[in-house]
């Protein structure tokens, strides 16, 4: 069965102290990962879009990367106002977006 | 930049009711989708419709149905509304042809008392 695991599920950071979240995946034949970020009450907000293992994206203070099995979202210097909830989401084909439950980040002043 | 707009951000309806949650979005993409989203369980797909007047039941269809009479509005609709169907909702839409990526609404809080 396909499936994307979310980890950690909450974290907590200092203002400026550096982290990754991971995002693995067990997904057959994945035509596409995607990355999205969720502040609370409101839809998810897309991110990044990776197709293939050694790719990379960068925005602001995150950056994507992609394996053969996981996707980290590095978060370099974090601000308050990237706490949010995170979520990957790995792409197959047709109309299947299978979804990880995410990581709750809080970046503390 | 894509807009999908979703017309109640609050709904509170009684079990019984009959209950619509309505999307547009003003990209043309052919392609919508309705998820809900709970704690623990991530999104899950309700239907999709890949045109106008298609659609394909996705994991959790029972008790929604959908309607798709014009390309950029895609409503669901709960026949007989229960307690389980406490959800945020949330609309997608994206265009056909490649990968891509799915632009969400800012959902539907729907309570059912």
């Known amino acids: 069965e396909d499936q994307v695991t979310q980890s950690p599920e909450a974290l907590r950071l200092q203002e400026g102290e550096s982290s990754s979240l991971n995002c693995s995946y067990t997904?057959?034949?994945?035509?596409?990962l995607f990355w999205y970020r969720q502040d609370p009450g409101k839809g998810p907000e897309f991110l990044f879009t990776?197709?293939?293992a050694g790719e990379e994206k960068e925005k602001e203070r995150l950056k994507a990367t992609l394996t053969k099995k996981e996707s980290f979202l590095h978060i370099t210097a974090p601000k308050p106002e990237d706490s949010a909830t995170y979520l990957c989401?790995?792409?197959?084909?047709?109309?299947?977006?299978?979804f990880g439950t995410g990581t709750r980040l809080k970046v503390l002043a | 930049d894509v807009k999908v707009t979703q017309s109640s951000r609050y709904l509170v309806k009684r079990t019984g009711e009959k209950v619509f949650l309505e999307c547009v979005q003003d990209?043309?993409?052919?392609?919508m989708f309705w998820y809900r989203q709970d704690p623990g369980l991530g999104l899950r797909l309700i239907y999709f419709?890949?045109?106008?007047?298609?659609?394909e039941k996705g994991d959790i269809p029972e008790g929604y149905s959908v309607s798709r009479e014009k390309k950029e509005r895609f409503s669901l609709i709960l026949e007989s509304a229960s307690t389980n169907q406490t959800s945020m909702y949330l609309c997608?839409?994206?265009?056909?042809?490649?990968?891509?990526?799915?632009?969400f609404g800012n959902g539907t809080r729907l309570t059912v008392t």
């Open positions: 419709s890949y045109d106008v007047k298609m659609k």
């Open positions: 997904v057959s034949g994945l035509r596409g």
């Open positions: 989401a790995g792409f197959t084909g047709t109309y299947k977006y299978i």
């Open positions: 990209m043309d993409h052919e392609n």
């Open positions: 997608a839409s994206r265009p056909t042809g490649n990968n891509s990526p799915l632009h």
């Open positions: 990776l197709y293939s």
